[in-house]
């Protein structure tokens, strides 16, 4: 779907988003595990997101961070911020991602926050709607950032110089 990206390569953080109990119902009774939500990024416009299940936290929380690594996408920043506004949705959730002026800061909430500031952007507005889903809000950010497209690679795709694009 995306370019893939070699995470050896960069130096990522890990952002744990969400612990959540999960239960799954068999014959002799219930089976408790965990689910972790965590988001890693470089700070440079590289973020992915990973989803792990186990009995024990610690495990559940490194099964995600490996799943998140093979999930990077690259993101289009524009200085401290994003090159346009876009919306976009995942399940039943959508979020609305604006640029803002240098020095606004992350205006953001958790899911999309942690996001947002694992692939580095320092100014944002942001509205979530719908579903407050944890993971789905992480997915629709995640989405939303990897459709961003900076004045190049529109040029490039419209056969056009960057200066005929800008006006």
Same mark, same amino acid.
């Given at each position: 779907?995306?370019?893939?990206?070699?995470?050896?390569?960069?130096?990522?953080?890990?952002?744990?988003?969400?612990?959540?109990?999960?239960?799954?119902?068999?014959?002799?009774?219930?089976?408790?595990?965990?689910?972790?939500?965590?988001?890693?990024?470089?700070?440079?416009?590289?973020?992915? &997101?990973?989803? *792990?299940?186990? /009995?024990?936290?610690?495990? #559940? +929380?490194?099964?995600?961070? =490996?799943? @998140?690594?093979?999930?990077?996408?690259?993101?289009?920043?524009?200085?401290?911020?994003?090159?346009?506004?876009?919306?976009?949705?995942?399940?039943?959730?959508?979020?609305?991602?604006?640029? &803002?002026?240098? *020095?606004?800061? /992350?205006?953001?909430?958790? #899911? +999309?926050?942690?996001?947002? =500031?694992? @692939?580095?952007?320092?100014?944002?507005?942001?509205?979530?709607?719908?579903?407050?889903?944890?993971?789905?809000?992480?997915?629709?950010?995640?989405?939303?950032?990897?459709?961003?497209?900076? &004045?190049?690679?529109?040029?490039?795709?419209?056969?056009?110089?960057?200066?005929?694009?800008?006006?």
């Amino acid at each position: 779907m995306y370019d893939k990206i070699d995470a050896s390569t960069l130096s990522l953080t890990e952002k744990l988003v969400s612990i959540s109990r999960v239960c799954k119902t068999v014959k002799g009774g219930r089976k408790m595990k965990f689910s972790a939500l965590v988001v890693v990024g470089d700070g440079h416009g590289v973020v992915g &997101a990973g989803l *792990g299940k186990s /009995v024990e936290i610690p495990d #559940a +929380v490194n099964k995600a961070i =490996e799943d @998140a690594k093979k999930n990077l996408v690259r993101v289009s920043l524009k200085g401290t911020t994003i090159p346009h506004e876009t919306v976009s949705e995942y399940g039943a959730s959508m979020v609305i991602l604006k640029p &803002a002026a240098k *020095g606004s800061g /992350v205006i953001a909430g958790g #899911a +999309v926050r942690a996001v947002l =500031e694992t @692939a580095g952007i320092k100014d944002i507005r942001t509205k979530a709607l719908r579903s407050r889903n944890p993971q789905n809000l992480v997915q629709a950010t995640i989405k939303g950032l990897a459709s961003l497209r900076d &004045a190049e690679q529109v040029a490039q795709t419209r056969g056009k110089t960057v200066e005929e694009i800008l006006g």
